[in-house]
């Protein structure tokens, strides 16, 4: 495919560099706007300025610049269409081959605490609707929508084939993944706390199987950001939730323990004045069910509690930090998946599959305490066991 013509206009240039000098290379004309073009410029390379084909300026703040039949009309053209091609040379409009469009960073707004006008004001509108039509048009266009895809693109443009079909084709479906995670994510800061299913995972983490090994499976979200893997096996589906449950049930804890689950079952449970005193009454709560089991501890793992749980056989074990020594014990069993436990954001709800549906619910984020509990019983219990229960 050659690239006669192309229309650029980025948020994010790092790494567009490389990019633009091999498109100049190869004789491509390029369209461009605003501070794209002033960076395309700034290397010593000609721009044709959008402005001047539509014979319109950015208006309302830069609100309105690419919203114009012949910035459009040059992306959607169908290059085998009779009518379209008389369109094209009435209206005197140049045909796109290639659009490297990126979005405002709209989630990262959001996340920086910036007050709502500004955040407004990063919802995209010419950007995503450029995406869409170039990634619509795949057949004749190529859409480049994530500096992510500079690399790869790169690579395209100075191979020997170039953008084939099936390579626009794939381009275009990440770049409607890109559009629908954004208004995906615009959905959700309008919605705020509002029970609704609205769901895009743009992270996904593929696992080696899911219950059982026929299944295939992925997990989507950064995992990245709730644990850190520094001894193991790669996770399976079965140790993540086992590893949801236990991380559910230690977080409820303040003081020292630890909290042992299998099959998303508790094992055991104990709070205790030490870690190791911890283990050994979590343990005692049913060591049979115990093996095999996930465990996680709410403080640094040491050598006194590692030698202790090192006599059971464990898939996983996870901590806010391990002692140096503690982890020269642990790390004995090549398979068994040591994890640092963060401080990560919980999902404010719960979601699973139901029937034909999908069933979703506040997640439960009360803890039960003493004066919570009502005696029913004529015996009153203890305020030690109160206390433990």
Same mark, same amino acid.
């Given at each position: 495919?050659?690239?006669?013509?192309?229309?650029?206009?980025?948020?994010?240039?790092?790494?567009?560099?490389?990019?633009?000098?091999?498109?100049?290379? %190869?004789?491509?004309?390029?369209?461009?706007?605003?501070?794209?073009?002033?960076?395309?410029?700034?290397? @010593?390379?000609?721009?044709?300025?959008?402005?001047?084909?539509?014979?319109?300026?950015?208006?309302? @703040?830069?609100?309105?610049?690419?919203?114009?039949?012949?910035?459009? @009309? %040059?992306?959607?053209?169908? !290059?085998?269409?009779?009518?379209?091609? @008389?369109?094209?040379?009435?209206?005197?409009?140049?045909?796109?081959?290639? *659009?490297?469009?990126?979005?405002?960073?709209?989630?990262?707004?959001?996340?920086?605490?910036?007050?709502?006008?500004?955040?407004?004001?990063?919802?995209?509108?010419?950007?995503?609707?450029?995406?869409?039509?170039?990634?619509?048009?795949?057949?004749?266009?190529?859409?480049?929508?994530?500096?992510?895809?500079?690399?790869?693109?790169?690579?395209?443009?100075?191979?020997?084939?170039?953008?084939?079909?099936?390579?626009?084709?794939?381009?275009?479906?990440?770049?409607?993944?890109?559009?629908?995670?954004?208004?995906?994510?615009?959905?959700?800061?309008?919605?705020?706390? !509002?029970?609704?299913?609205?769901?895009?995972?743009?992270?996904?983490?593929?696992? !080696?199987?899911?219950?059982?090994?026929?299944?295939?499976?992925?997990?989507?979200?950064?995992?990245?950001?709730?644990?850190?893997?520094?001894?193991?096996?790669?996770?399976?589906?079965?140790?993540?939730?086992?590893?949801?449950?236990?991380?559910?049930?230690?977080?409820?804890?303040?003081?020292?323990?630890?909290?042992?689950?299998?099959?998303?079952?508790?094992?055991?449970?104990?709070?205790?004045?030490?870690?190791?005193?911890?283990?050994?009454?979590?343990?005692?709560?049913?060591? *049979?069910?115990?093996?095999?089991?996930?465990?996680?501890?709410?403080?640094?793992?040491?050598?006194?509690?590692?030698?202790?749980?090192?006599?059971?056989?464990?898939?996983?074990?996870?901590?806010?930090?391990?002692?140096?020594?503690?982890?020269?014990?642990?790390?004995?069993?090549?398979?068994?998946?040591?994890?640092?436990?963060?401080?990560?954001?919980?999902?404010?709800?719960?979601?699973?599959?139901?029937?034909?549906?999908?069933?979703?619910?506040? !997640?439960?984020?009360?803890?039960?305490?003493?004066?919570?509990?009502?005696?029913?019983?004529? *015996?009153?219990?203890?305020?030690?066991?109160?206390?433990?229960?």
């Amino acid at each position: 495919m050659r690239i006669k013509n192309a229309l650029i206009s980025v948020f994010h240039k790092d790494g567009l560099g490389p990019i633009v000098d091999a498109l100049n290379a %190869g004789g491509t004309t390029i369209y461009s706007t605003g501070g794209t073009q002033a960076f395309i410029e700034g290397r @010593g390379i000609p721009v044709e300025r959008v402005e001047d084909l539509t014979s319109y300026p950015s208006i309302l @703040g830069g609100r309105v610049k690419t919203l114009h039949p012949k910035v459009f @009309g %040059g992306i959607l053209a169908r !290059r085998d269409n009779e009518s379209d091609q @008389g369109q094209m040379n009435e209206f005197e409009i140049p045909y796109f081959d290639l *659009v490297i469009v990126d979005l405002y960073p709209f989630e990262a707004t959001v996340a920086s605490g910036a007050p709502e006008q500004d955040i407004i004001e990063k919802i995209d509108i010419g950007g995503i609707s450029l995406i869409r039509a170039a990634a619509k048009n795949f057949k004749d266009c190529w859409i480049i929508s994530n500096m992510e895809q500079y690399k790869d693109a790169l690579a395209v443009l100075n191979s020997e084939e170039g953008a084939t079909l099936e390579i626009r084709r794939r381009y275009a479906l990440e770049a409607f993944d890109e559009s629908s995670n954004y208004d995906t994510a615009i959905y959700h800061y309008f919605a705020g706390d !509002r029970l609704d299913l609205k769901m895009s995972g743009r992270q996904k983490q593929g696992l !080696r199987y899911g219950e059982n090994p026929h299944q295939e499976a992925a997990y989507f979200g950064n995992l990245d950001d709730a644990l850190e893997q520094i001894h193991g096996k790669a996770l399976s589906y079965n140790n993540l939730l086992d590893i949801d449950a236990t991380v559910n049930l230690i977080r409820e804890f303040e003081e020292t323990t630890i909290a042992i689950i299998k099959h998303n079952n508790a094992c055991g449970l104990a709070t205790r004045p030490s870690l190791a005193e911890a283990w050994d009454d979590a343990l005692a709560g049913d060591p *049979v069910s115990a093996f095999g089991g996930v465990i996680a501890a709410n403080r640094v793992v040491d050598k006194a509690t590692a030698e202790k749980m090192n006599t059971l056989f464990f898939e996983v074990l996870m901590a806010p930090g391990y002692d140096e020594d503690a982890l020269e014990v642990l790390k004995s069993k090549k398979n068994r998946v040591l994890l640092i436990l963060k401080d990560y954001e919980v999902p404010a709800y719960n979601v699973r599959t139901v029937l034909n549906g999908t069933l979703v619910q506040a !997640r439960d984020a009360k803890s039960e305490r003493a004066a919570d509990m009502e005696t029913v019983t004529k *015996v009153a219990p203890s305020d030690q066991q109160l206390e433990d229960l």
